[in-house]
């Protein structure tokens, strides 16, 4: 009775605890009003299936539609349509979206460290571990990777609670529905490999497979799965390419390979037509240096405690209790620095790998509770491979004079700060390690004292890490795109076309208006401003919410266009212009030209690659002379302007777009889809307002 008491009262305490620790998350949330490219694509596509009833996949390689249902981040955007439309506002706030996901990540951790140490140690690792400064940053946005760690780390906490229960069915079945729901979210390897690993070494090392034929079966499935995968799959589509050179009979089985394991072994240790730009053997050794100390997140959480994670195996061996789980886990370090330095850059590591960021900090932490349970000469080889580490960070910050980078920041080096933490560390530590010391203090307060120590050192680390990234991080700063929006609507710019070169204005305007972004050239702006329509202008100067514009060309001349200086009587600020064009506002009027069919065709080389799209209009007039349409094209982030002459009768109109804009993978690449606007500006009508999408 006495431990149910307890064990309710942990647990209540627990969760005001959550409570607490949610209302810190949104006390530290800053103000931000720019989204990332991919941002921009979730929001518009839950937008999209509100207003049309359309859910287009996310996909960066729309050529195989089946790879695209699992790839195609489907699940989240439909949980940003009913947060969409629950909220009654067309953009909620990140952290108000995330909510759900760091309940999640608040008691997915601390279940998880419970399940491998003591209370009240655990609520002391748990603080350091639940204000971890990657979930503190990725909160703030609306990208995938929150919620993606916060159900793959339930999914692992399912899963070691019942490996460590001699595998129990309910929570094996508990686990994989959790992770088919993060795969939904983002299908992200790392969960993949990390199930494997635990399941099927653990199976074979405590012989599971006995207990029932159910585990009998889930083993061999586990098994066979990935071996049929690669023989049935992988393997004949690299024969098929490199030994038959047959492209035909490669399509049939690359369609269906969402990851080759064998590819990213053979290419980037081999010159082939799909290798990246530089194989292993070009790489100097302080870039690789630079990865290593990132993915093994020295600058966060000291080289010692990161020391003693990779070396927890070692601990792991005697404290049975903690079992071989989190060394197991610690397998996912090697995927991430492979694939990282694969491509050769550090803007996504961080929120890619967010998963194993936390694993590695849970197992550093568990690690240091081991420690403090027994002098041990693990200590002394954290200590040496924690120098090792500081070397290479020196390395790393004499070549590159930083080491450490999240999206939207530029890299820090933050080498000071981590000799400091580490010394503090390591005295907290030696202090419980060193033989022979006699005192009137119990041990296990001495090991409180020095776990809260080590805590309050990782959460003052924690704090400025991400001070220094709200104050540098360009996507976590106000830049004046709300204000630009209260300018438009004082404008009364209420029922027309509106152009600008900030691409999420169209999430924030009614759907009634029409949003032209940053048409590619100088010529197809002067069409829009010349058709006789009224037009609104909505620019910035500033370049972090325009940077597609920026990237294809549009800003300059938007710029000499459309600053304040050029065209006097607009409305002005610090880093925008609103102006008005003014001409015949837009209406539903009858008109004589009737718009009587529209599709898009995609036309792919050789080789299966989508080179451009074909969008064909049948348009039918009654009038004989004058009649011009406007055709808008609006991908995600620009758009294409044409004007088309049609005679009397019944008029083909094709336009052709390039599958890339100027080799930006930007727009209609990412998202498979097409908004068609067809204007007649005689009648000042809308003849076509419409999402065109591949049905592949």
């Not at 006789?532 to 938007?558: K, Q």
């Not at 004589?592 to 529209?598: F, G, N, Q, R």
């Amino acid at each position: 009775m006495l431990k149910i008491k307890a064990l309710t009262s942990e647990k209540m305490f627990v969760a005001f605890l959550v409570i607490i620790y949610s209302s810190v998350y949104f006390a530290l949330s800053p103000g931000r009003d720019v989204l990332t490219p991919d941002e921009l694509v979730y929001l518009s596509n839950a937008q999209d299936f509100l207003r049309y009833g359309i859910l287009l996949p996310f996909d960066y390689d729309p050529v195989r539609p089946y790879t695209a249902v699992v790839k195609g981040r489907l699940l989240w955007q439909l949980y940003l349509a009913f947060v969409e439309a629950a909220s009654g506002t067309a953009v909620p706030p990140a952290p108000v979206v995330n909510l759900p996901f760091l309940l999640v990540y608040l008691a997915s951790t601390y279940m998880l460290i419970r399940e491998l140490v003591d209370f009240p140690e655990a609520l002391i690792l748990w603080t350091a571990v639940a204000f971890n400064p990657f979930a503190v940053v990725y909160f703030n946005f609306y990208l995938t990777d929150f919620a993606f760690a916060s159900l793959s780390l339930l999914s692992i906490y399912y899963l070691i609670w019942s490996l460590r229960r001699w595998a129990k069915l309910t929570g094996i079945l508990k686990s994989y529905i959790v992770a088919a729901l993060a795969l939904l979210v983002k299908l992200n390897m790392l969960l993949v490999i990390a199930h494997w690993i635990l399941l099927v070494v653990v199976f074979a090392w405590k012989k599971y497979w006995r207990l029932s034929k159910w585990h009998k079966t889930l083993f061999i499935v586990a098994i066979a799965l990935p071996v049929a995968y690669e023989l049935l799959l992988d393997v004949p589509a690299h024969i098929t390419y490199y030994v038959l050179h047959d492209l035909n009979l490669n399509r049939v089985f690359s369609r269906y390979v969402f990851v080759s394991p064998l590819g990213l072994l053979v290419n980037f240790f081999y010159k082939t037509p799909f290798s990246p730009g530089r194989l292993w053997y070009d790489i100097p050794i302080h870039e690789k240096y630079l990865y290593l100390v990132n993915t093994l997140s020295v600058d966060v959480y000291s080289p010692l405690l990161s020391s003693l994670a990779l070396l927890s195996p070692l601990l792991f061996w005697k404290e049975r209790r903690h079992g071989i789980m989190l060394s197991l886990l610690l397998f996912l370090l090697l995927p991430v620095f492979y694939f990282h330095i694969l491509n050769g850059n550090l803007w996504d590591l961080a929120r890619n790998s967010l998963l194993a960021f936390v694993i590695l900090e849970v197992t550093g932490l568990t690690a240091l509770y081991a420690v403090t349970r027994s002098n041990t000469q693990v200590v002394v080889a954290a200590f040496v491979a924690s120098q090792l580490l500081l070397y290479a960070e020196y390395i790393v910050s004499l070549n590159y004079k930083a080491t450490f980078q999240v999206p939207g920041s530029s890299l820090y080096n933050f080498l000071e700060r981590t000799l400091w933490v580490n010394g503090l560390v390591a005295s907290a530590l030696m202090l419980l390690v060193v033989e022979k010391v006699h005192s009137r203090i119990p041990v296990r307060t001495q090991r409180a004292i020095a776990l809260v120590l080590v805590t309050v050192l990782l959460l003052a680390n924690s704090y400025e890490t991400f001070r220094v990234t709200f104050e540098k991080n360009a996507y976590l700063r106000q830049h004046g795109v709300h204000e630009l929006l209260a300018k438009l609507g004082e404008a009364n710019c209420g029922s027309s076309i509106v152009l600008t070169n900030i691409p999420q204005l169209k999430l924030y305007l009614p759907p009634g208006i029409v949003v032209v972004n940053s048409p590619l050239s100088q010529r197809e702006a002067q069409v829009l401003l010349g058709s006789g329509l009224e037009v609104c202008v909505a620019f910035t100067s500033n370049v972090i919410p325009s940077w597609v514009s920026y990237r294809v060309g549009a800003y300059n001349y938007m710029k000499s266009m459309f600053s304040c200086r050029n065209i006097p009587g607009q409305t002005c600020g610090a880093n925008y212009t609103v102006t008005i064009f003014e001409g015949e506002r837009l209406k539903q009027s009858p008109s004589s030209v009737k718009l009587e069919y529209a599709k898009l065709e995609v036309v792919v080389n050789a080789s299966g690659i989508r080179q451009k799209y074909v969008v064909t209009l049948g348009v039918n007039s009654e009038e004989q002379y004058n009649n011009t349409l406007i055709i808008l094209q609006g991908l995600d982030s620009v758009s294409r302007v044409v004007v088309m002459n049609i005679v009397q009768g019944l008029n083909e109109v094709k336009v052709e777009i390039p599958s890339k804009v100027r080799d930006l993978d930007i727009g209609i690449f990412f998202s498979r889809k097409l908004e068609i606007t067809v204007l007649h500006p005689q009648s000042r009508s809308i003849l076509l307002k419409t999402l065109l999408y591949l049905r592949e």
